[in-house]
């Protein structure tokens, strides 16, 4: 991506960059309502799943919890530090609830040890760091220290989660909304950043994907502003390779 406006790609129905017979990411966006809408891949056509979950405020995210290949929603309430997860993508209760981190706190979502299961972590904004838990909470208890942790980026970057490098574990990523640059890790250490670069607008919200099913992930961008989501095949700077138009009622983009 370049700072600026992006290369917008035409009206007309655009494929998603995934082959036929891939295995690919796709999105979901939710509103400050608690609905949220499940593309069930990036085509500008795409079906689109609907569901709510969670209360004004709560931070969204989703990670296969049980190890069935599905990933299904989850909230982080920062006012409280409580955690709620969902089994299946549907309006209802969460399965589990627990406390972990403090309030204010932000979560970052991932197979932190490659193991088929997603756990909640948080980044520490003001401190700037990681704290990671492998495993889940229950019974509205608290998880108790983190398993580990370091430090990453600049108190107040935006977290997002990925694996860059295609190894199985997923490691952090940091957007510098101030500036659009994106900085990343293929370890979950202290450390200078083995990637950056401009990644579309300051303010827009960031993700990462394996967009194309080539096993590892790279950035898409969700720009409130227009509407659209952008998607980068690369981790490198230049024009979008795809873009889907979804509508300006959202407030956050996560990785089914």
């Given amino acids: 991506f370049t700072p600026g406006p992006l290369a917008v790609k035409p009206a007309t129905p655009v494929p998603a960059p995934c082959p036929?017979?891939?295995i690919c990411d796709t999105v979901a966006f939710v509103d400050t309502g608690g609905g949220w809408d499940r593309w069930v891949d990036l085509g500008s056509t795409a079906e689109v799943d609907s569901f709510f979950f969670?209360?004004?405020g709560d931070v969204p995210f989703m990670g296969d919890w049980d190890g069935d290949g599905v990933a299904t929603p989850g909230l982080y309430r920062r006012s409280d530090?409580?955690?709620y997860l969902r089994n299946s993508n549907t309006q209802g209760v969460a399965d589990y609830e627990f406390f972990f981190g403090d309030p204010g706190d932000f979560p970052v979502v991932g197979d932190w040890d490659g193991d088929g299961l997603d756990t909640v972590s948080i980044y520490r904004q003001s401190e700037g760091r990681v704290y990671v838990m492998n495993r889940l909470g229950a019974d509205g208890g608290g998880l108790g220290e983190a398993d580990f942790d370091f430090?990453?980026?600049n108190p107040g970057d935006a977290p997002f989660v990925g694996d860059f490098d295609g190894d199985?574990?997923?490691?952090?990523g940091l957007y510098r909304r101030a500036t659009g640059f994106v900085y990343f890790r293929n370890?979950?250490?202290s450390g200078a950043a083995e990637f950056e670069?401009?990644?579309g607008d300051p303010g827009d919200v960031i993700v990462a994907g394996d967009w194309d099913g080539d096993g590892d992930d790279t950035v898409a961008v969700y720009r409130p502003g227009d509407g659209r989501f952008y998607v980068n095949l690369e981790n490198a700077p230049g024009a979008a390779?795809?873009?889907?138009?979804?509508?300006d009622d959202y407030i956050a983009a996560v990785i089914p």
């Fill in 168 to 172: 199985g574990i997923d490691s952090v």
């Fill in 197 to 199: 670069f401009f990644s």
């Fill in 151 to 153: 430090l990453f980026g």
């Fill in 20 to 22: 036929d017979g891939q």
């Fill in 187 to 189: 370890a979950l250490s």
């Fill in 54 to 56: 969670g209360n004004p």
């Fill in 241 to 247: 390779d795809h873009t889907i138009t979804v509508g």
């Fill in 81 to 83: 530090g409580f955690v």
